[in-house]
């Protein structure tokens, strides 16, 4: 057995009241932050209010903040953070109303979810054959990350986007955009990309890669939103700014070798607007900060970056198929475990509950 | 009343998911009621997969299917239902798959399967090892694109019988207080398995047999309820599952001598025997001293890094989060854990119970597909397709009644219990109940069960009961009120424990799952080839028998 003490924001719906309150327990070496809970639930406070089901992080069910970063419970393991002597300060989850103690109220995430058209809308009749879909593992490997999101809201909690506009569609909706838009198939690309590039869609993330920090399952939501981006553009659907923005840099990489800044805000906000930033332009150029050069320097090994632009279309991985899968889902847990290093030790996966031979 | 439909579901798993579906494009007014979000269901743990006979991988039929279904029940299957099954389970699955369902493949693009216990072709359809997830969220997709209502985080508390007729059900609304009761012409149950009354369960904190119990108080005979399935490897210490899938890409079981223990137990299947045969060797294992601390070991080293995280990259998190152990460099200690029941509510193979308008499908249920044991992969089929089944049956009686009736007595008198419950100031907490019910369930009444253990359990729960009568709940809020929940759960753990225990004391013999090596070692045909039905009468469950219905296969020995 082991001490555990734990600090829990606690939150009262009808008073509005809220307060810090400290719990210590006793708890088995092998406990989850969820069992601890528990334990406290159970003997010391039945009124702590938190969701909970399978305890094997697959439901989705106890998201919740350790220390201000989300984190599913029941994966929490407690016993590093007992024998350090720290006392975490467990709350709710961030960016969705709370209801009561850890509780929130999902309906703001489920309907971003409900908005993505999460279904497959089949591109062609059913095989007429009348079974199924031949896809091959590796085409269909396209949407595996996306296909392991269990809907825990840990990446919404975290999202700095949705901090500044709620209404942002978010990580997690994206996720299940991008399950859709990469599934071989799906026939609804094109209606899908217009639909995720509106306002407060793909191009709305500001690439914090929060999402990817703390989604416990390795879905990677900016990845998503990336692979997104680059389906958009691919398919000519960049009326949006961030789209413009994003097509500079290759345009101006392509063409100089380098990215030219000045032609950026108008290359983005378009002619009209930018004439609105001329001050802040005058100001630039003032203090020697930009300038428009006639004609635009060209980097002296500019043969380099067209080559490479003429490889990514001679091979065709143009839009998500060029989007870098730099490791494998889960692979978050890989670094565990170095060869010849001790598997145990600092900065590995927890303590190793083997049962200890009997004798 | 705050809604009537004419379908309503209780439970919004697979099966639960898959009947409100059904009822809908069957033109029905449907609602489903879960004290989950959806998605939450515990079906989305299962992992290893779903069988059906397509034949993908190797020559199969649904004949063969039915054979290794029949068989794996130890012969207590209904068998008509099981030809049921197994004729349309390829159908189903290709519906789902065409549904969107991320399903895994093999190199030509048709859909994979893989070898599952004691089955006799490659038959479990998979998606890595997070095949119940994949279903969960292709069910919740298509719920989602027909814009089915689902009441969510209702707690289902009692049904609403009258006119000796079920019209609705009671709930406890959790997210904002206060009981609700919801009309349907028909209710179909789907509200899951119990194995929350063990202690060491693959199941979830939501597995507590409500419908099941809620079914038997309104007087519904519930079938075969001795027969708990023990899952062979479930992790040490927590109980959380390791794919079958483990063992059906050829993961080895050692003992503590590193012996492949189960060359003596089923010399063909190996470890790939049915999963009664597999635990009751293990539990021989542990009992004869040559287990490691009341484990033995899964080996999956010899597959490699590369097939583990490609073919079980969850089992893997699971194992590295829970244990501490990657099995890719070391074995993982796994135990038999409670898994699933194969009992539960009397119904025909269109769900229907014998209540009118109440119907059930998934584990709650008993068609009896499974008989005494249950094939790996065979559970998420039944959802699939008994789901459908029901789903389809409810729609059709619903639309050709229409009035639904809920006499204000019935709610008064549930309001009256509920307050009765809330307002007790003091008493003993559930949890102290909550955990003596499963830690004497696992030592009484669990893989191997001996007379005078069944009789001692059968002291136990009337005891427990009667605590529970003065149990005290602590939080008297409304707002996500979950204690008053897990006290309405322990009720209906208790009362489906005491069927199991009682139907088991009577069960004379070893089949399936219930295994009596001390008293009666063999299948007894002659006098135990029927199914037990458990009603609840004079808050007390009785026990009577029914026939199994044969069509092709007649009892012969079970080897694997």
């Given at each position: 057995m082991m001490q555990v003490a734990l600090k829990i924001w606690r939150y009262d719906a009808s008073t509005g009241d809220r307060a810090l309150r400290e719990y210590e327990v006793d708890a088995p070496e092998e406990a989850t932050l969820l069992d601890v809970l528990d334990i406290v639930k159970d003997k010391v406070d039945g009124s702590l209010a938190y969701r909970k089901s399978c305890r094997m992080m697959i439901c989705g069910s106890c998201g919740m903040r350790m220390d201000g970063a989300a984190v599913l419970a029941c994966k929490t393991r407690m016993y590093d953070v007992a024998q350090s002597g720290h006392v975490p300060v467990i709350s709710a989850m961030g960016n969705l109303p709370i209801v009561r103690d850890l509780v929130v109220d999902m309906d703001p995430f489920w309907e971003k979810f409900k908005a993505m058209k999460p279904y497959l809308q089949p591109g062609y009749e059913r095989p007429d054959d009348g079974r199924e879909y031949r896809v091959t593992q590796e085409r269909m490997n396209a949407v595996k990350k996306e296909a392991l999101c269990i809907n825990c809201g840990c990446c919404v909690s975290e999202c700095n986007a949705m901090e500044s506009d709620p209404e942002f569609l978010g990580p997690q909706a994206l996720a299940k955009g991008f399950r859709f838009v990469g599934d071989p198939r799906d026939g609804a690309t094109v209606e899908r990309l217009e639909q995720y590039s509106g306002e407060h869609g793909i191009w709305e993330c500001t690439r914090c890669f929060f999402c990817n920090e703390r989604c416990p399952k390795g879905v990677d939501p900016r990845d998503a939103i990336a692979k997104l981006g680059a389906e958009a553009v691919k398919n000519g659907i960049d009326r949006d700014m961030g789209a413009k923005h994003a097509k500079w840099f290759i345009r101006s990489t392509e063409t100089t070798g380098w990215l030219r800044e000045t032609e950026l805000v108008p290359k983005t906000q378009g002619v009209v607007s930018s004439i609105k930033q001329m001050k802040f332009a005058m100001n630039l150029i003032k203090h020697n900060k930009a300038g428009l050069a006639f004609p635009p320097h060209v980097a002296a090994n500019v043969g380099e970056a067209r080559n490479l632009h003429k490889l990514v279309h001679e091979q065709g991985v143009?839009?998500?198929?060029?989007?870098?899968?730099?490791e494998r889902a889960l692979s978050k847990l890989e670094h565990g475990y170095h060869e010849g290093g001790d598997p145990y030790g600092p900065g590995s996966f927890p303590k190793p509950y083997l049962p200890e031979d009997t004798e | 009343m705050i809604g009537e439909h004419d379908v309503l579901v209780i439970g919004a798993g697979c099966a639960g998911m898959r009947a409100a579906i059904e009822a809908h494009d069957a033109g029905a007014d449907v609602a489903m009621i879960s004290k989950l979000h959806p998605t939450r269901s515990h079906s989305g743990a299962a992992e290893g997969g779903i069988n059906a006979a397509?034949?993908?991988?190797a020559e199969d039929s649904p004949e063969t299917h039915a054979y290794d279904t029949v068989k794996g029940s130890d012969y207590l299957g209904d068998q008509d239902s099981i030809e049921i099954f197994t004729r349309e389970a390829p159908h189903d699955i290709i519906q789902l798959e065409n549904w969107g369902a991320f399903f895994s493949r093999q190199p030509d693009g048709r859909l994979a399967q893989r070898p599952f216990g004691a089955a006799g072709s490659p038959r479990t359809i998979y998606a890595a090892d997070i095949t119940g997830h994949v279903l969960i969220q292709v069910l919740y997709e298509q719920v989602c694109k027909r814009d089915i209502k689902v009441y969510e985080e209702f707690f289902a508390w009692q049904l609403v019988v009258d006119d000796e007729r079920c019209q609705g059900v009671i709930c406890w609304d959790l997210l904002n207080g206060g009981l609700k009761t919801v009309g349907g012409k028909t209710t179909v149950l789907a509200t899951g398995g119990a194995g929350r009354q063990y202690r060491v369960t693959t199941n979830a904190y939501a597995c507590t047999g409500d419908g099941t119990a809620m079914a038997l108080r309104a007087g519904v005979p519930l079938k075969d309820m001795e027969f708990m399935q023990f899952h062979p490897?479930?992790?040490?210490?927590?109980?959380i599952l390791l794919t079958e899938g483990c063992r059906g890409e050829g993961a080895y079981l050692l003992n503590k001598d590193g012996e492949r223990f189960m060359k003596r137990y089923?010399?063909?299947?190996?470890?790939?025997?049915s999963r009664d045969v597999v635990s009751r060797a293990e539990q021989t294992e542990i009992d004869a001293g040559r287990g490691v601390n009341g484990s033995v070991m899964l080996d999956m080293r010899h597959l490699g890094a590369e097939r583990i995280i490609e073919r079980l990259p969850g089992s893997r998190e699971l194992a590295m989060t829970f244990a501490g152990v990657d099995p890719i460099y070391e074995p993982v200690p796994v135990r038999p854990g409670a898994h699933y029941h194969m009992g539960g509510i009397e119904t025909d193979s269109d769900g229907a119970t014998e209540l009118t308008g109440l119907y059930a499908a998934g584990e709650c249920a008993c068609v009896s597909v499974h008989g005494a044991n249950r094939l790996g992969g065979n559970s998420l089929m039944e959802t699939i397709t008994f789901g459908r089944r029901a789903g389809r049956a409810a729609a059709e009686w619903a639309m050709s009644h229409t009035t639904i009736e809920v006499p204000e007595a019935l709610e008064r008198d549930a309001e009256r219990e509920l307050q009765e419950l809330l307002d007790?100031?003091?008493?003993?907490?559930p949890w102290k109940i909550r955990e003596e019910l499963g830690t004497s369930m696992l030592e009484n009444f669990a893989v191997f069960r001996r007379e005078e253990q069944m009789e001692r359990q059968l002291e136990i729960i009337p005891e427990l009961r009667e605590r529970f009568r003065k149990v005290y709940v602590e939080d008297k809020g409304t707002v996500f009120n979950s204690d008053l929940t897990q006290a309405i759960e322990l009720g209906n753990m208790l009362d489906t424990a005491w069927c199991m225990v009682q139907a088991g004391l009577a069960r004379k013999e070893s089949r399936g799952a219930h295994a009596r090596p001390y008293d009666y070692p063999t299948r007894d045909d002659e006098h135990f080839l029927k199914h037990s039905i458990t009603r609840w009468v004079d808050d007390a469950p009785e026990l009577s028998y029914g026939p199994v219905r044969m069509t092709k296969w007649q009892p012969e020995e079970r080897k694997y």
């Open positions: 143009l839009g998500a198929a060029g989007h870098i899968q730099g | 397509l034949g993908n991988a490897t479930t992790l040490y210490p927590t109980g089923a010399p063909n299947a190996l470890e790939l025997a007790r100031g003091s008493g003993e907490r």
